[in-house]
């Protein structure tokens, strides 16, 4: 298969950001938007903005790391990409990073420097990544009380680590859910953001297929879900370098899902 679209030249990694680093970008809205609560109750879930019109997209990286991963960390597996971080900040895209607490206390530094750059929000992916409903793709699971514990443990590591710009959004591990864990979550007042866009480079090998997956996937108000761990999706810096300047060359303007919420 051919490159899809234009490659954007590779950007150096970046410590964390200083003035004048990072790109102009809008700041978060001072409290940023959620959906109603769904019937009786329930988290609500987004996917993909109503108004379709506008041919906006929100690229979304989960940056993943299990409550049990330390050692592998401490025994050199990378769960962070910083090149990746470079890239976005270096092609000027805003974007949602869903970060898991465990995360945050392994990377906090760069926890903080994604958290106070306005091109950036970071938003809630549990703190042990463990399942908030079974069977999820052989991820531990919590039960309800645990569940709820689990979502302000991670926004306290956020806060630990120094990340201001963070956002009432929770993804579930794996994407998995259902009633029981809308609810578990519910007194947490956040929106459970979903994806209408898979865009396969977990565990992917080839650039390529990654970005013809997300450009064949993409529509107006789209949400796209990627990596952003090293060791777990290696080729998704290197997609993003494909995906951005033939979106841009498409029309399509990146938003962070704060922006496409409520539209």
């Not at 102009?24 to 609560?37: M, Y």
């Not at 989960?62 to 890239?87: C, K, V, Y």
């Not at 947490?188 to 970005?211: M, R, Y």
Request: charged share 20%.
């Amino acid at each position: 298969m051919g490159t899809p679209g234009a490659s954007a030249p590779p950007v150096s990694p970046a410590s964390p950001h200083t003035a004048g680093s990072s790109p102009a970008a809008s700041p978060p809205p001072a409290k940023a938007p959620t959906l109603a609560p769904g019937p009786n109750g329930l988290t609500p879930v987004f996917e993909r903005a109503k108004q379709q019109t506008d041919k906006t997209v929100a690229l979304t990286f989960d940056a993943d790391m299990t409550s049990d991963q330390g050692q592998r960390a401490a025994d050199g597996e990378h769960f962070d990409n910083p090149q990746l971080i470079a890239t976005l900040r270096g092609l000027k895209v805003p974007s949602t990073i869903f970060m898991t607490g465990r995360w945050a206390e392994e990377y906090p530094d760069q926890a903080k420097s994604i958290g106070t750059d306005p091109n950036f929000e970071i938003a809630n992916h549990s703190y042990s990544h463990h399942a908030f409903t079974s069977p999820c793709y052989g991820l531990p699971a919590l039960d309800a009380a645990a569940a709820r514990a689990d979502v302000d443990r991670a926004f306290a590591a956020f806060r630990t680590a120094g990340a201001v710009n963070t956002v009432p959004y929770f993804r579930f591990p794996g994407g998995c859910y259902d009633d029981q864990a809308l609810r578990a979550v519910s007194t947490a007042k956040v929106t459970a953001v979903q994806w209408d866009v898979v865009s396969g480079d977990a565990f992917a090998k080839d650039p390529d297929a990654v970005a013809e997956q997300v450009l064949t996937g993409v529509k107006p108000g789209s949400v796209v879900v990627m990596h952003c761990t090293r060791s777990a999706a290696p080729v998704t810096e290197e997609a993003i370098r494909k995906i951005v300047p033939e979106l841009r060359k498409r029309g399509y303007r990146f938003v962070k899902v704060s922006e496409l919420i409520g539209k």
